[in-house]
């Protein structure tokens, strides 16, 4: 388990990262998000080493981590630290190599993971001949190639077209099965799709953690109300609501002083219904609410 504790990071007087702490659990993909300039890449960048932290620390099952323990991470930076000019299985296998495997382990492993991206028909290339996406798939390669012990990956879907999302999200699955993973991205529904748990950031500071549907459960009790051959506009006139929106039979309301049992009540008084049901804001709303 890698665990941020009261980690941070200043530069002069501008505080960048501000005495934050949570945890990245084996098993476990954690969506870490916030506004551009929040801090998540420098708290990255703190985790693998390449920033030293102005106070607290980093443990990885307990005990502060040391270089050896980040060697066998798997990190995949904003800025991607591929060469342009090399060939890309020349590349993996470099990196393989560099991480420990032998000159055969590291072939190996790096024809599995060009297959797995399609690229095997391009080992040979450079990297700068290949589409942006595709540089993106062999900078994830590279993250994965030495098959590390947790991952730390910095923006990873950046770019990429949905099927080569899939692809990825694919091969995630398959070398982080239990492994704690630690994704940073501005694509919420994604986040929200992939996640376990969530770490919002805002000005340097943790405003939100904890499980995906932990969050998005808190905050007023919604509900969706489905009516049948009839206009849920009258929910508006209702003691005790807020009516967040209503399009023509549904209604999505707040309560505001009424029980959703009552909810339910008033609803069949009035008519059939088809359905009263809990309703959990989605992510990208959750996040407004706490990093505004």
Same mark, same amino acid.
């Given at each position: ?88 299985? %020349?590349? @993996? ?9 032998? =000159?055969?382990? +590291?072939?190996?492993?790096? *024809? $599995? #993971? ?77 986040? %929200?799709? @992939? ?9 340097? =500071?943790?405003? +939100?953690?904890?499980?995906? *549907? $932990? #969050? ?77």
């Amino acid at each position: 388990m890698i665990e941020v504790s009261h980690l941070s990071r200043s530069y002069g007087e501008s505080v960048v990262v501000d005495d934050i702490s949570f945890q990245v659990r084996p098993g476990r993909t954690t969506g870490f998000v916030g506004a551009n300039g929040a801090g998540k890449t420098t708290t990255m960048r703190m985790i693998m080493g390449v920033l030293a932290p102005s106070a607290g620390e980093v443990l990885w099952n307990g005990a502060p981590v040391t270089a050896q323990v980040r060697r066998s991470f798997g990190y995949m930076p904003e800025e991607r630290g591929l060469y342009p000019r090399a060939p890309i299985a %020349e590349q @993996l296998v470099y990196f393989a190599r560099l991480h420990g495997l032998s =000159r055969a382990q +590291a072939g190996e492993r790096t *024809e $599995e #993971l060009l297959e797995h991206f399609s690229l095997s028909d391009r080992a040979d290339d450079i990297l700068d001949a290949l589409s942006l996406g595709n540089q993106q798939r062999v900078q994830i390669a590279a993250s994965l190639v030495h098959r590390p012990t947790a991952l730390v990956l910095d923006e990873p879907f950046s770019g990429l077209d949905p099927v080569a999302v899939d692809s990825m999200v694919a091969l995630l699955a398959r070398e982080a099965a239990g492994l704690p993973l630690l994704f940073s991205s501005h694509q919420l529904d994604l986040v %929200e799709r @992939l996640c376990d748990d969530i770490v919002i950031l805002a000005s340097g =500071r943790v405003v +939100a953690a904890g499980p995906v *549907e $932990e #969050l998005r459960g808190q905050g007023a009790d919604r509900y969706r109300v489905e009516l049948l051959d009839q206009d849920a506009a009258w929910l508006r006139d209702v003691r005790g609501l807020r009516v967040r929106d209503v399009d023509g039979t549904v209604a999505l309301v707040d309560l505001d002083g009424i029980d959703a049992a009552e909810l339910a009540r008033l609803a069949v008084e009035r008519g059939p219904v088809l359905e009263v049901a809990r309703a959990r804001p989605p992510l990208s709303e959750v996040f407004r609410e706490v990093a505004r």
